[in-house]
DNA sequence: GATATTTCTGATTTCTAAGTCAGGAAATCC
DNA sequence: GGATTTCCTGACTTAGAAATCAGAAATATC
């Protein structure tokens, strides 16, 4: 979360700027835009209300400052696709999987977020639109129609099957609280985490393959 | 929506009433709790906000009686399914998911209201477990465990299998602003419609199958 | 270690949305 | 068709959260 561990920040305003960040981006992330309260992220940044708006014009700001500690975390996944851009398609759109299952686990804010904003709509989705989910989704659903028209993956239509196969990804981890109120199962156990990936990554990603192994 | 479509509503205020509802799940169910205001529930409906309070005591009454509206559909599904206690367990499993798909086409207020509250959690979660989806999903993974044990289905925990494949059917409908945002697919379409069918009952439910045909 | 700058805060203002109420209009009843 | 009840509204009050600001405290600079 923190953008350098190394350098000891410069000033002691952008280590507050950044518990800030963080505070906003749990709460904001978990709760969505109006239900998260200026006085609940001063209060678990540990800093008075009027310090928000010294470091974000206001509660707007604070919530795009927020969300482009996600972009940090993206990238991360950029770049280790890149690294692999010879493999095959099957086997890039597998690992994009694999890795949108690490990040979801580590940062569960970017699923919720997706998941709020995605349904309702509005500027704030256009933004994210634009600046985080809409170029990675768009080539990934890229990806899927490659390894469709290669044969290895059943003829859906790709951007359906992308999008069908993060929802089953992410709605475990996004719907925690359900879990416990419904079933008193913990997300956070390993054996739950354990079998979900097994569940993602064999039984419905091997549901798509023309020839399952 | 309405009650009863025969009897012509004995008095002009329960007709009221019933749009104000209406008009009230449509928002709530888009938008979540906060980012609905009375006056908007107000002007969908047609009435003044003052209506509002004359029918209902205050917002959160009002989205308790919304919810109550989507009670009906789910006991509609538990009549259907009640219907079938004789066949497999993976048979009414299936069953379940197709009606739970239709449903969600048409009523998709309810896959909606369960991501947002179940992200969320608190005391709107917690009156939803109790009066709508707890009792339903409990039933729903049992079904699951049945399937298991008949040995039809692959051996993953039935409670996260069955929260899975709602996340997976559900996931599409609700993320229909995010689908026009970044892929400028409209997910209304009949052909979007018959893929994700497909999708979701052959694909993915095909993968959890021990033997698939 | 005195000065200048940045960072932070309590108190206050502004704004927005929920909720109330008295009274007028419409429906219902006889 | 007049009386009575139900229904609805405009104008208002109240509550609560966002945003501002003057000045205090902490930090950095020399």
């Not at 972009?71 to 690992?95: G, I, K, N, Y």
Request: aromatic share 6%.
């Amino acid at each position: 979360m923190s953008q350098d561990l190394l350098s000891p920040p410069a000033r002691k305003g952008d280590r507050t700027a950044a518990r800030i960040r963080d505070a906003a981006l749990e709460l904001f992330s978990r709760l969505g835009f109006e239900r998260v309260m200026m006085g609940e992220i001063a209060a678990a940044a540990g800093v008075s209300q009027a310090t928000l708006h010294y470091h974000f014009q206001d509660k707007s700001q604070l919530w795009r400052a927020a969300m482009l500690q996600l972009r940090a975390v993206v990238a991360e996944e950029e770049r280790l696709l890149e690294a692999a851009t010879d493999a095959s398609a099957l086997t890039q759109l597998r690992m994009a999987m694999r890795l949108f299952l690490a990040i979801s686990w580590k940062h569960p804010a970017l699923g919720r977020i997706v998941a709020l904003e995605g349904m309702a709509g509005g500027e704030r989705l256009d933004w994210l639109d634009a600046h985080l989910i809409g170029p990675r989704n768009r080539r990934l659903a890229q990806l899927a129609q490659a390894a469709i028209d290669a044969g290895d993956l059943k003829p859906f239509p790709a951007a359906q099957l992308v999008i069908t196969l993060q929802a089953a990804g992410a709605g475990l981890i996004n719907l925690t609280p359900m879990m416990r109120a419904t079933f008193g199962i913990d997300t956070a156990a390993p054996d739950v985490r354990e079998a979900h990936e097994r569940m993602i990554l064999d039984a419905l990603l091997g549901g798509f393959l023309t020839h399952p192994n």
